[in-house]
């Protein structure tokens, strides 16, 4: 425990042998990862693999059976998750889960209520409108009446103002058009660029190797493969089962 607070390599996340289980059925078994500082990683798999409630696990939103999960060398295991997004560890959740009944400003500010900078806050808003000009033309729309896709940048918009460390991104392109799937991956790595560090979980494995450091593969709970982005992206196994290779 002594060096805990001298974790080599700039590991911002690090988890153990996690085990998750819902009822009798174990959804994560086993399964160890780490995200380094910088770093964009990428966890691909099947619908039902486990990526999510591994997600879930480390923000605290579900519960762990075993296993470890460090944040900045420190055990979270059994914190909340608004604990979490003042130490900067921000999940924006697979269906986006905005709130429909406020205005796109609204539900930036909602994104920052942990802070006290109001002015600070006025200025990240203006960058979030930088990253998202869609955003900036309907800032007092309310959300609810907004698409599939420009719902999915007030998501990750909302998660940027948190100022996270590490950026959680749960399918992002699910049930998007082709062109908002490009968008939303070239606002990915934007986000990346810009000096955020992201975990992001994908079933488009070719989009989210091409963008990742590092990847992992995961099967039936199980972490069966990891390597750098583009070696996984060529790696026959891997186009075989998710690139249609």
Request: proline share 3%.
């Amino acid at each position: 425990m002594a060096n805990q607070t001298e974790k080599p390599s700039g590991v911002l996340l690090q988890i153990r042998s996690l085990k998750v289980a819902y009822g009798g059925i174990q959804a994560v078994k086993g399964a160890s990862l780490e995200v380094r500082a910088g770093e964009l990683v990428s966890l691909i798999g099947a619908n039902g693999a486990g990526k999510t409630t591994t997600l879930k696990a480390v923000t605290g939103t579900q519960a762990v059976a075993d296993g470890e999960i460090e944040y900045l060398g420190r055990s979270i295991r059994g914190q909340g998750p608004w604990d979490l997004v003042r130490q900067g560890l921000v999940m924006v959740p697979e269906g986006r889960g905005v709130f429909t009944r406020m205005t796109i400003v609204e539900n930036l500010q909602m994104g920052a209520h942990v802070r006290d900078d109001a002015a600070e806050v006025q200025a990240d808003i203006d960058k979030v409108f930088a990253i998202f000009p869609r955003l900036k033309e309907r800032a007092l729309q309310l959300a609810g009446t907004m698409s599939g896709g420009e719902q999915q940048m007030l998501a990750m918009g909302r998660g940027l103002m948190a100022r996270p460390k590490l950026l959680l991104l749960d399918e992002p392109s699910m049930g998007l058009s082709p062109i908002m799937v490009d968008k939303i991956f070239e606002v990915v790595a934007d986000i990346h660029s810009r000096g955020t560090t992201v975990l992001l979980v994908e079933q488009n494995a070719s989009r989210a190797l091409q963008l990742a450091d590092r990847g992992y593969v995961m099967e039936s709970g199980e972490i069966t493969m990891s390597g750098a982005g583009k070696d996984l992206l060529t790696d026959p196994k891997v186009q075989a089962a998710y690139l249609g290779a």
